[in-house]
Nanobody
Framework: QVQLVESGGELVQAGGSLRLSCAASTRFLSSHTMAWFRHPPGKEREFVAAIFRNSRTYYADSVKGRFTMSKDNAKNTLFLQMNSLSPDDTATYYC???????????????????WGQGTQVTVSS
């Protein structure tokens, strides 16, 4: 079974930057769609960003231009670089692996087969 472990979440001031990492136990990271979701307090889980096997990316409108997703296939790791953070970005961030995720389903949690435990990001005013 694939195991995903997120790291990098912490308290940061508004306007600051943070980089999250997700280490995968599989060496076939390049064969799958990977995504970041987040769960703000009191709100539903929402899609953040995804990266496809060809390294093309797709972002939610709320983070477009501020967040950048990337991956290192050789190290079985994906990243989420977050800039210009605001309190609205406060959430638990999860990485996910999807064996069947395609463009039309990339924002749906049901398209992903494995999930990490999450890492907490808190943005202060």
């Amino acid at each position: 079974q694939v195991q995903l472990v997120e790291s990098g979440g912490e308290l940061v001031q508004a306007g600051g930057s943070l980089r999250l990492s997700c280490a995968a136990s599989t060496r076939f990271l390049s064969s799958h769609t990977m995504a970041w979701f987040r769960h703000p307090p009191g709100k539903e889980r929402e899609f953040v960003a995804a990266i496809f096997r060809n390294s093309r990316t797709y972002y939610a409108d709320s983070v477009k231009g501020r967040f950048t997703m990337s991956k290192d296939n050789a190290k079985n790791t994906l990243f989420l670089q977050m800039n210009s953070l605001s309190p609205d970005d406060t959430a638990t961030y999860y990485c996910a692996l999807g064996q069947r995720a395609i463009l039309s389903t990339v924002q749906l949690p049901s398209a992903y087969d494995f999930w990490g435990q999450g890492t907490q990001v808190t943005v202060s005013s």
